[in-house]
């Protein structure tokens, strides 16, 4: 379970190796607008229909979406527009239905293939967290040049193939998209209608 502080001040608890301990990290920006209404018109899709789903997000509301793919043979992708960087890191939470296999596709800079099954990268340069109750954090970064602004989100039939016919019904869940210029992936800064920055934090005495 993934919470969100009372305020920018409050310090954060991280839970992740079993004890109590804060939470500080650099400052980073989610260039996101939308990271978890996938219906908002900046979100393109191709071969895929999204809808929200009635099952619990991360953040134990009933807030994800189903991705669901068309019959048609091609690529079923999610994807959209942000500024230009040459650094960049894409991650969201994903959960597997129907199909299990999802990656990310930043143009000429390569595929990063997620496997849902065990949480495991099949492919590229990515990194998997388990959250819990099949949820899974997956991130993918890249640093390359020229600097690329689109970038796809991917359903998969298998951990290599990512253009195939699809059977109209099948698909995955998918929440908090986000997209920073790092090389590695920060904690998840919800967005609803503009980029937000969480700044950096210190821990004195």
């Not at 989610?30 to 099952?55: C, F, P």
């Not at 960087?85 to 239905?97: D, G, M, Q, V, W």
Request: proline share 2%; with cysteine.
């Amino acid at each position: 379970l993934i919470e969100s502080t009372a305020s920018n001040d409050a310090p954060r608890i991280d839970y992740s190796t079993g004890e109590k301990a804060f939470l500080l990290e650099n400052q980073s920006t989610n260039l996101i607008t939308y990271s978890e209404d996938l219906s908002d018109s900046s979100w393109l899709k191709s071969q895929l229909t999204e809808s929200l789903s009635d099952i619990n997000s991360p953040d134990g509301t009933q807030n994800a979406y189903k991705l669901t793919e068309s019959n048609s043979s091609s690529k079923h992708q999610i994807f959209r527009s942000i500024a230009s960087y040459t650094e960049l890191t894409i991650s969201f939470f994903a959960k597997k239905a129907e199909r299990s296999f999802i990656s990310v596709e930043k143009s000429s800079w390569g595929t990063t293939v997620f496997n849902l099954n065990d949480g495991s990268v099949v492919s590229g340069n990515g990194s998997v967290v388990d959250f819990g109750n099949g949820w899974y954090r997956c991130s993918a970064s890249y640093t390359a040049s020229p600097a690329q602004s689109q970038f796809y989100i991917l359903l998969m039939q298998d951990g290599s193939t990512t253009s195939y016919q699809g059977d109209g019904t099948s698909g995955l869940y998918l929440f908090g998209i986000q997209a920073e210029s790092l090389s590695y992936s920060t904690s998840y800064i919800p967005t609803s209608g503009a980029s937000a920055t969480r700044n950096q934090e210190l821990c004195n005495n």
